[in-house]
């Protein structure tokens, strides 16, 4: 996926949070946000632009993003793209503080990225304001489709105005609001943005765990229809297949989670997905109270800490084999 010019930079400044030891030039990663106007308009200065929030505010009315506006603003200068980019980072602000009554996709989806981050440092204090920029999200998507483009297409080329993966995001966001028993809440989003999703296996498995709060009948027809379209697909996804043994654990299909066991097994390429395969079916044993089965799967476990998680494996492994034939009895 292509990614626009400040997506690309909230995407830089969040490995940098996540590794301050990178090495990158230092306004590459600031946070704008934390200047005030007037030192936004020194910087402009420094590269002679000579403006105001009154001459700002007039010549932003002219265009409909800040990406216009810079490209009119420094057409005819020689600038590098990295000097490009220093001055097109500052207007982008101030147009965010000074041009809020008619934000940008650009601009909608910064926000939408910053609250993704404090979601995902577990800041609860910013949830509203998540919620409402996945509502803006929402509603620039449905102002495009009524503009005559289909809603996946509309999907995938706003998300690149992101730094984050939305769909990513989205699904482990609704499967939050599922853990949490909001299902209310999950389901209004899941109906909002599942037309949009390109990959609509993984948001298919959210319809199942939801259906799997009332009828583990219905669900596991659901979910068998989910992992019968991963293996139909030319590389079917272990994180997918991870996902459904997971909501199987407690009543799953005992013979369509050991197909899934089965159909795991042959996608797993180290430790670590070796290791989880093993833990999530050792759940399954104990949910039916076969502890003896489950005893053996947790004793391979051990047997197997002394492992590196990205250590290589083989479907030559004595204890995959092993594994293999404690699950057929």
Same mark, same amino acid.
């Given at each position: 996926?292509?990614?626009?010019?400040?997506?690309?930079?909230?995407?830089?400044?969040?490995?940098?949070?996540?590794?301050?030891?990178?090495?990158?030039?230092?306004?590459?990663?600031?946070?704008?946000?934390?200047?005030?106007?007037?030192?936004?308009?020194?910087?402009?200065?420094?590269?002679?632009?000579?403006?105001? =929030?009154?001459?700002?505010?007039?010549?932003?009315?002219?265009? $409909?993003?800040?990406?216009?506006?810079? #490209?009119?603003?420094?057409?005819?200068?020689?600038?590098?793209?990295?000097?490009?980019?220093?001055?097109?980072?500052?207007?982008?602000?101030?147009? =965010? =503080?000074?041009?809020?009554?008619?934000?940008?996709?650009?601009?909608?989806?910064?926000?939408?990225?910053?609250?993704?981050?404090?979601?995902?440092?577990?800041?609860?204090?910013?949830?509203?304001?998540? #919620?409402?920029?996945?509502?803006?999200?929402?509603?620039?998507?449905?102002?495009?489709?009524?503009?005559?483009?289909? =809603?996946?297409?509309?999907?995938?080329?706003?998300?690149?105005?992101?730094?984050?993966?939305?769909?990513?995001?989205?699904?482990?966001?609704?499967?939050?609001?599922?853990?949490? #028993? $909001?299902?209310?809440?999950?389901?209004?989003?899941?109906?909002?943005?599942?037309?949009?999703?390109?990959?609509?296996?993984?948001? $298919?498995?959210?319809?199942?765990?939801? @259906?799997?709060?009332?009828?583990?009948?219905?669900?596991?027809?659901?979910?068998?229809? @989910?992992?019968?379209?991963?293996?139909?697909?030319?590389?079917?996804?272990?994180?997918?297949?991870?996902?459904?043994?997971?909501?199987?654990?407690?009543?799953?299909?005992?013979?369509?989670?050991? #197909?899934?066991?089965?159909?795991?097994?042959?996608?797993?390429?180290?430790?670590?997905?070796?290791?989880?395969?093993?833990?999530?079916?050792?759940?399954?044993?104990?949910?039916? $109270?076969?502890?003896?089965?489950?005893?053996?799967?947790?004793?391979?476990?051990?047997?197997?800490?002394?492992?590196?998680?990205?250590?290589?494996?083989?479907?030559?492994?004595?204890?995959?084999?092993?594994?293999?034939?404690?699950?057929?009895?």
């Amino acid at each position: 996926m292509d990614i626009a010019q400040k997506a690309l930079y909230n995407s830089l400044r969040i490995s940098w949070l996540q590794d301050d030891q990178i090495s990158v030039e230092p306004w590459k990663v600031e946070d704008y946000r934390l200047l005030d106007v007037e030192a936004l308009f020194s910087r402009l200065l420094q590269r002679e632009l000579f403006l105001d =929030r009154t001459s700002f505010k007039t010549y932003a009315d002219q265009f $409909d993003s800040p990406e216009e506006l810079t #490209q009119w603003l420094i057409d005819s200068e020689d600038l590098s793209p990295e000097d490009y980019d220093q001055v097109y980072l500052v207007i982008f602000e101030l147009w =965010r =503080r000074l041009c809020a009554e008619k934000p940008s996709i650009s601009i909608l989806c910064d926000e939408l990225d910053l609250q993704i981050y404090h979601y995902d440092q577990g800041a609860v204090e910013y949830l509203e304001a998540l #919620q409402d920029a996945i509502n803006n999200f929402h509603s620039v998507l449905e102002e495009n489709v009524d503009q005559g483009m289909q =809603r996946e297409e509309v999907f995938s080329a706003i998300s690149e105005f992101c730094a984050h993966d939305l769909e990513h995001f989205f699904y482990d966001y609704i499967a939050d609001q599922v853990d949490a #028993q $909001d299902t209310d809440y999950a389901t209004e989003l899941l109906d909002a943005f599942y037309p949009f999703v390109i990959d609509k296996k993984w948001f $298919d498995l959210l319809k199942a765990r939801l @259906v799997n709060i009332r009828d583990f009948h219905e669900a596991n027809t659901m979910i068998k229809q @989910v992992f019968e379209a991963n293996v139909e697909e030319a590389t079917a996804s272990l994180a997918l297949n991870l996902d459904i043994l997971s909501l199987m654990v407690q009543g799953g299909n005992y013979d369509l989670f050991l #197909q899934i066991v089965e159909h795991t097994l042959t996608l797993i390429e180290c430790e670590e997905e070796f290791i989880e395969l093993l833990t999530v079916t050792a759940d399954f044993f104990r949910c039916l $109270d076969q502890e003896g089965t489950q005893e053996k799967i947790e004793q391979l476990i051990s047997k197997r800490a002394h492992k590196e998680k990205a250590d290589p494996i083989k479907q030559s492994d004595s204890d995959v084999a092993f594994f293999k034939a404690l699950l057929k009895g």
